[in-house]
């Protein structure tokens, strides 16, 4: 969460963003593991096709950072 609020780049904010989803998937797929419910696979198939295309266009369009003065 600190890297996401506070990285002090956008590629680290992305890969902060990334691994949050990618937990999140991991729950749903252990939900649906656990309850033997199939339904639940589609909202994980939707959040690995969104997170994907996020990714992919945010680090394609973004704009370069610039450095901080010490």
């Given at each position: 969460m600190?890297?996401?609020?506070?990285?002090?780049?956008t590629?680290?904010r992305?890969?902060?963003?990334?691994?949050?989803?990618?937990m999140?998937?991991?729950?749903i797929?252990?939900?649906?593991?656990?309850?033997?419910?199939t339904?639940?696979?589609?909202?994980l198939?939707?959040?690995?096709l969104?997170?994907f295309?996020?990714?992919?266009?945010v680090?394609?369009f973004r704009?370069p950072?610039?450095?901080?003065e010490p």
């Open positions: 600190y890297r996401l609020l506070a990285g002090p780049t590629l680290d992305l890969v902060a963003v990334d691994t949050l989803v990618a999140a998937m991991c729950g797929g252990t939900l649906a593991a656990a309850t033997g419910d339904t639940v696979t589609y909202s198939a939707a959040l690995a969104i997170s295309v996020g990714s992919v266009s680090a394609r704009v950072d610039k450095r901080r």
